[in-house]
């Protein structure tokens, strides 16, 4: 399987199966032609090289190992009556849900290459289509048409898939590419990987397809709620700077009216220390005054009492006395 002219599988000419190296007789007598070609093989079952067939002829034949391989695959399906189905996986973008796991499905009624026409000209050569039966919910028995496509290098095309989706027929993708870099392509091991282990794909399920659905309008709804909460965030974050630019407006404010409380206050004290500094200076003056008077007065009774006599001293000193009372 590692050139040109390696072919893992070949047509048997007696029964027109197709077969490996490993169940036929060595060399010529295998009795084996070539898928795609038609001309005489030879197996080839050394102890180095892994087993395998080669023409004849010295030419090549490109090409054969994939046809081989698909035709190989084919005739599995056929004789096993049986395939394991992939899992339902519903996807939209990257939102992933798994409706039913894989699980394996009896086939009845298998055809080959069975030409399929539907109305508008819609024709579309499937592989494979067969009855598919199967455990479905509540441990009941499913019965219906499947497709199934064998992929080795060349996927389904978009209108086969088209037309498959609007016929809405159950179809079914297994990838083989993998089995073509296999040393040794025993029949047990193939059988495996074209029955359970190749990857393998829905093209197209009823319950996929309304999961899709259904997935995709909660991811649509999710989308929705999700530019609500961005606008209601948007506005909450709008609201919230106006409320920060509100609170700083306030905050200066109040820093003005406690700032000229301060100067008021600080104007307040001032003109306190003034008016009590003038208290005390008038007072002082009104002292110093009466101290002058009272001197005076003082010095007159004893002028009067020099010049006017004894009486006329004690007279003055005595209104002197009331002056002084009257005055305190």
Same mark, same amino acid.
């Given at each position: ?18 077969? +490996? ?6 060399? +010529?007598?295998?009795?084996? #032609? ?24 010295? &030419? ?92 080795? +290098? ?63 309008? &909660? ?18 974050? #709008? ?7 509100? &609170? ?54 004893? +002028? #009067? ?24």
């Amino acid at each position: 399987m590692k050139t040109a002219d390696t072919i893992p599988f070949g047509v048997r000419e007696n029964d027109g199966r197709i077969v +490996t190296a490993m169940e036929v007789p060595r060399g +010529t007598a295998c009795r084996c #032609l070539c898928p795609v070609c038609g001309t005489p093989l030879q197996a080839h079952q050394g102890d180095i090289l892994s087993w395998h067939f080669q023409h004849q002829a010295d &030419h090549l034949c490109l090409g054969s190992a994939e046809t081989g391989l698909h035709m190989f695959a084919k005739q599995v399906i056929a004789d096993k009556r049986a395939i394991y189905l992939p899992p339902l996986v519903a996807q939209v973008g990257e939102d992933v849900s798994v409706m039913r796991p894989g699980r394996w499905a009896r086939l009845n009624n298998v055809r080959l290459e069975e030409r399929l026409g539907f109305a508008e000209n819609a024709v579309i050569v499937p592989d494979i289509i067969s009855e598919m039966v199967a455990r479905g919910p509540n441990k009941t028995i499913i019965r219906q048409d499947i497709v199934i496509e064998i992929v080795v +290098t060349h996927f389904s095309t978009n209108k086969k898939k088209r037309i498959i989706s609007e016929q809405k027929l159950p179809a079914l993708e297994i990838h083989l590419s993998r089995m073509l870099s296999y040393d040794k392509p025993g029949v047990y091991a193939c059988t495996a990987d074209i029955l359970k282990d190749a990857p393998r794909y829905w093209l197209w399920h009823e319950d996929q397809a309304a999961a899709n659905a259904t997935l995709d309008a &909660h991811v649509r709804e999710r989308e929705v709620q999700t530019a609500e909460l961005a606008e209601w965030r948007r506005r909450f974050s #709008l609201r919230n700077s106006e409320h920060k630019r509100f &609170h700083n407006e306030l905050k200066q404010q109040q820093q003005a009216i406690h700032a000229y409380y301060a100067r008021e206050a600080a104007d307040s004290k001032f003109k306190k220390d003034e008016i009590e500094q003038y208290r005390t200076i008038n007072k002082n003056d009104v002292a110093m005054k009466r101290r002058e008077q009272q001197e005076w007065i003082t010095d007159a009774a004893n +002028t #009067l009492g020099r010049t006017a006599g004894p009486f006329a001293a004690s007279k003055l000193a005595a209104w002197a006395n009331d002056w002084r009372e009257q005055t305190e």
